[in-house]
T-cell receptor
Framework: AQTVTQSQPEMSVQEAETVTLSCTYD???????LFWYKQPPSRQMILVIR??????QNATENRFSVNFQKAAKSFSLKISDSQLGDAAMYFC??????????????FGQGTRLTINP | ETGVTQTPRHLVMGMTNKKSLKCEQH?????MYWYKQSAKKPLELMFV???????ENNSVPSRFSPECPNSSHLFLHLHTLQPEDSALYLC?????????????FGPGTRLTVL
């Protein structure tokens, strides 16, 4: 079974600085998808960034980028120019297909990110 | 209304009560999911529905009973719950597509079992 590990329960960063959240996963599959989700204090989980395993190029979305190391099974999230609105729980997730198009997401334990003004 | 909505947002119930959680998605998706989020634990997938058919039951106790009358609505019926069932219950939906499509989440129902 796939597992996802986020080894940093809490992180903090000064506003405008850069922070990296780590994520490792375990799988025997070669083709899969990885996601970072953000859950602000209001609780609605939203997608931050996603990566297809067969793509070597790291995904970027504005101030968010990933460092995807397939051989090491590592998928870290870098947030540049941190803003107060980035404060949230961040979840790394691994997606496997369930057949017929439905998905199964396996989540890590989450990292609580605090932004210090 | 757009996205994924859940009602109620908060629910307090006794162990002998029967209640239901409701989820509705306005995104035209055909797959819907129930997750349980407990403190200090990863999100746990509970149930998956695919075109109204349940395709996954992640060893969930029978005191949780899902219902999916159509691809836009998903219910979670609760009866004789235990205090350890207190958690945030999240609903999500996604397209039935093998491409890189994400799951969209609702705001959750905070359940407290007394």
């Amino acid at each position: 079974a796939q597992t996802v590990t986020q080894s940093q329960p809490e992180m903090s960063v000064q506003e405008a600085e850069t922070v990296t959240l780590s994520c490792t996963y375990d799988t025997s599959e070669s083709d899969y998808y990885l996601f970072w989700y953000k859950q602000p204090p209001s609780r609605q989980m939203i997608l931050v960034i996603r990566q297809e395993a067969y793509k070597q190029q790291n995904a970027t979305e504005n101030r968010f980028s990933v460092n995807f190391q397939k051989a090491a099974k590592s998928f870290s999230l870098k947030i540049s120019d941190s803003q107060l609105g980035d404060a949230a729980m961040y979840f790394c997730a691994y997606r496997t297909p369930l057949g017929e198009g439905a998905q199964k997401l396996v989540f890590g334990q989450g990292t609580r990110l605090t932004i210090n003004p | 209304e757009t996205g994924v909505t859940q009602t109620p947002r908060h629910l307090v119930m006794g162990m002998t009560n029967k209640k239901s959680l409701k989820c509705e998605q306005h995104l035209g998706h055909n797959a819907m999911y129930w997750y349980k989020q407990s403190a200090k634990k990863p999100l746990e997938l509970m149930f998956v529905y695919n075109f109204k058919e349940q395709t996954e039951n992640n060893s969930v106790p029978s005191r949780f009973s899902p219902e999916c009358p159509n691809s836009s609505h998903l219910f979670l019926h609760l009866h004789t719950l235990q205090p350890e069932d207190s958690a945030l219950y999240l609903c999500a939906s996604s397209p039935l597509d093998r491409g890189l499509n994400e799951q969209f989440f609702g705001p959750g129902t905070r359940l407290t079992v007394l």
